[in-house]
């Protein structure tokens, strides 16, 4: 499957932003999918998780109350809203899947190419 991350861009604090991730190539249904993030410097950090049937979601304790993951069921495409964004949110955010329910475990098989995200203070 190939994915492709899009929505990012430059915000204030306290602002939202909304990020789609769109599967190309393969069953889109049968993937978990995920969000991570990477600022410059820092290791990959684990942001939301959304199981293939959409029924179960995860978010990292960073994010938890401000991010909402969501899946489209009509289209192959996954969604992560952005509400109440700090400066500390601003990293490259990749999308990632896997036929496994990984939650926060980084061993997805496929990831996108990133899309950045910049929040200003």
């Known amino acids: 499957v190939q994915l492709q991350a899009s929505g990012g861009g430059l915000v204030q604090a306290g602002g939202s932003l909304r990020l789609s991730c769109t599967a190309s190539?393969?069953?889109?249904?049968?993937?978990?999918m995920a969000w991570f993030r990477q600022a410059p410097g820092q290791e990959r950090e684990f942001v939301a998780a959304?199981?293939?049937?959409?029924?179960?979601?995860y978010y990292g304790e960073n994010v938890k109350g401000r991010f909402t993951i969501s899946r489209d069921k009509a289209r192959p495409t996954v969604y992560l809203q952005m509400n109440s964004l700090k400066p500390d949110d601003t990293a490259v955010y990749y999308c990632?899947?896997?036929?496994?329910?990984?939650?926060?475990?980084?061993?997805?098989?496929?990831w996108g190419q990133g899309t950045q995200v910049t929040v200003s203070s």
């Open positions: 990632a899947a896997d036929h496994l329910n990984l939650g926060e475990s980084d061993e997805y098989d496929y």
């Open positions: 959304i199981s293939w049937g959409g029924i179960s979601t």
């Open positions: 190539g393969s069953s889109f249904s049968s993937y978990a």
